[in-house]
Antibody, heavy 123, light 107 residues
Framework: EVQLVESGGGLVQPGGSLRLSCAAS????????MTWVRQAPGKGLEWVAN????????FYVDSVKGRFTISRDNAKNSLYLQMNSLRAEDTAVYYCASLSCINRCSKVYFQQWGLGTLVTVSS | DIQMTQSPSSLSASVGDRVTITCRASQGISDYLGWFQQKPGKAPKSLIYAASILQSGVPSRFSGSGSGTDFTLTITSLQPEDSATYYC?????????FGGGTKVEIK
């Protein structure tokens, strides 16, 4: 059974940092692109970042570029999101999800989702 | 960026009804579209990819159609467990973008 379990969320002050983790099991983690998606309280879904199977390619939404870094450790079946210079508008539940490739991975679509971890940025 | 517009934003229907949700992309995205279901307090669940292909385990009462800019999600016989918010999402180009969601309630 595929499982994605996020951790690392919590309360952080504006300007602070936080590192989210996503532990994967039940599938060959190193063969899949992975992603982070967030959802502000009462709002819709917002894509944050994608990472290729071997970590060589990364994509970000403009609002987090230069502040957030997506990474992975395939030996540990783990995905990470390092979040720096946090702002109040980063407050959200953060979900990790696995992606499947088509067209030689020029397109990737969502498959399994984790349960999410809440990040609150407030003084 | 490609904008995804869903309509309606909410609807109320009876068990057994046929329900249709539409999603419009601000530019052509071929069939690079997914649909998701999210119940209150829960993580999203992937329903459909490539506009019309059901993810494993998704009931056959769900179906998707469309290509280019206009897409639909149809629930042929609404069930109580289908009460949720539904989102479309394009993966034609970065940044990946979601529609604003359609809340489906059971009368």
């Amino acid at each position: 059974e595929v499982q994605l379990v996020e951790s690392g969320g919590g309360l952080v002050q504006p300007g602070g940092s936080l590192r989210l983790s996503c532990a994967a099991s039940g599938f060959i983690f190193s063969s899949y692109w992975m992603t982070w998606v967030r959802q502000a309280p009462g709002k819709g879904l917002e894509w944050v970042a994608n990472i290729q199977e071997d970590g060589s390619a990364k994509f970000y939404v403009d609002s987090v570029k230069g502040r957030f870094t997506i990474s992975r450790d395939n030996a540990k079946n783990s995905l990470y999101l390092q979040m720096n210079s946090l702002r109040a508008e980063d407050t959200a539940v953060y979900y990790c999800a696995s992606l499947s490739c088509i067209n030689r991975c020029s397109k990737v679509y969502f498959q399994q989702w984790g349960l999410g971890t809440l990040v609150t940025v407030s003084s | 960026d490609i904008q995804m517009t869903q309509s309606p934003s909410s609807l109320s229907a009876s068990v057994g009804d046929r329900v249709t949700i539409t999603c419009r992309a601000s530019q052509g995205i071929s069939d690079y579209l997914g649909w998701f279901q999210q119940k209150p307090g829960k993580a999203p669940k992937s329903l459909i990819y490539a506009a019309s292909i059901l993810q494993s385990g998704v009931p056959s009462r769900f179906s998707g159609s469309g290509s280019g800019t206009d897409f639909t999600l149809t629930i042929t016989s609404l069930q109580p467990e289908d009460s949720a918010t539904y989102y479309c999402q394009q993966y034609n180009s970065y940044p990946l973008t979601f529609g604003g969601g359609t809340k489906v309630e059971i009368k």
